[in-house]
């Protein structure tokens, strides 16, 4: 199942997407990138336990705390920086931003501004999967938060009857903006929602990329046989705040402890730990691997700084195919 | 030729395009049964798998519809009246008429959004609403209103070949009109008018439900002498200007005759381009026929008040001719 070259696949995923969003806080707090910055940084087991069960047809869609979701399906830094600065050469071509990223020839087909959103969206693609006799299927990402919207619901409920082929990743990271989960949500676990729907729910510590993958395998697995949708809970934390910046306008509502104790459970030492314990991974390897990333980060960096902005009048072209 | 009713004619399109397109799917709120007769017999002919009825949940099966539009499908979503588009905006303004333009066009998104709408028949305001002009005001989506059995097929068809997001219209009180149309297939397009009845002296752009009272009142007017010139949009985005403004060029005046409330509507938009690109042809300032600004109440008298009718066009008419 999980061989030692998927594994070191997903440690790289992991590094890279800490070093992504590490770039993102600094450039953010230097005023380089327009907007909104919303980081999920802490939180890289679990796209990567996700998405190293998927192959490239199959579809995913993310939230506004995108950029991990993203990169581990296997978008390309160099053009998500692209459109972070809002350049024509980004994914979206400087339209979407942070918040929107979308590689339709990778599966990835959106991040969303909008809480919620894309849980019908993710249910269509799967509709679509399922309606046109592929295999595929399709994760949709989304949050604690987005467990109290009506779309949510209304989704699920959907899949469920139609026993569509998708798979609902939780990424509870106990916040929405401010408000916590434990206040926010009627149950312990959003997993225990799947029961009103009639579909498997299960909870798994999201700082565990090993337990990530096994619980999105097994979900995934029943998707492409036709036993219709799981819901997978990723428990996890988010380190920074809802969007960069917020300190600034004094926005605290977490104690540093808090953040403090979820910080030594940071998924990437402990995975690190796990490979170099099982002989897959040597101290030389990590040095490399850390290495080679920052150079991706720098070069893709590189490559988002030097791109022309736009010609303003492309702001007026788009809207319409035909 | 033959005789067909407007709800007709609008399921004729739909079995058409699901025979000529396996992408195409139907799907809504008991669009097996076919609410008001149009989907009727489609799922015995395509199955439950290309005619599905949805639970209650607008937002769920519309953003389904959206999101299958992205992966292969071309959906028809059904919302059995314009009212509970309200309940699904989210879906359909951030989602469908954004995410095209926002993914720097990666995707096209080729779904009808199918909603009846109107008003008459005591329905009361949460069932008799024409909310066509708030979707107007998205930019990204197209919006097509047709008046007459002829055009409601050719537009429905033209629709769901689109590879744009559309919010078809269908007017409740045209169900039962009847017109003679072709035996072999025709479409109409998207973005194009029609002068529905030509004219000298006063242009009367007609709206939906509005095109064949105007057409009516423009017969009772030829015999107190005005000649009126109908001109029915059809689409109204985009909004074929031209045909507005050439019959406005021909006539120097103009009323706009929508069954809608009046502030920021569509007849505000005509009314607008008129001015603004066809100032020099008018003869008299443009005038409107909408609804009272009101929810429409339950009750026949006060409801028959606050709505558009023939008799209101023709004394609208009668106003701006004179002047």
Redesign the interface.
Known sequence: MLNSELLLKMYQKMVLIRAFEEKVSELFAKGKIPGFAHLSLGQEAVPVGTCANLEEED?I?STHRGHGDILAKGADPKYMFAELFGKSS???????GSM?I???SLGI??A???VG?G???????????Q??GTKNV?VCFFGDGAANE??F???V??AS??KLPVIYVCQNNQYAVSTPASYALSVQDVSSRGSAYNIPGVTVDGNDVIAVYEAVHEAVERARNGSGPSLVECKTYRWHGHFEGEEALGWIYRSKEEVEEWKKKDPIPRFENNLVNQGILSKTDIEKTKEQTKQLIEDAVKFAEEAPLPDPEEAL?????? | MREVMFVQALGEAMAEEMERDP?V?LMGEDVQLGAFGQTRGLVERFGP??V?N??L?E???????????????R?VVNIMMANFLYVTM??IV??LAK??????????FPIVIWATTGAGGSAAAQHSDNPAAMFVNV??L?IVKPGNPYDVKGLMKSSIR???PIIFFEETTLGMMKQPIPDEEYTVPIGKGEVKREGTDITVVAIGCMVSQALSAAEKLEKEGISVEVVDPRTLVPLDKDIILNSVAKTGKVVVCDDAPPLCSVASEISATINEEGFDFLKAPVARVTREHVPVPFSPPMEKFVLPNEEKIINKVKEVAKR
């Open positions: 579809h869609t980004g994914y979206c071509k400087g339209k979407g929107h979308a590689d339709y087909i959106g969303n501004g909008i959103a849980i019908p969206i993710a249910t269509g693609s799967a509709l679509a999967q309606q046109l399709t009506g779309s619901h209304e989704a409920n959907l009857i139609w072209v788009g809207l319409f195919p035909d | 992408r799917i798998g290309r599905r949805t639970p949940a937002v769920g099966f519309t953003g389904a519809g959206i999101g299958a539009a992205a992966s292969g499908l959906p989210d879906q951030n989602q995410l095209r333009y926002m993914s720097g066009g990666q995707v096209d930019p990204g197209k689109s590879n744009s």
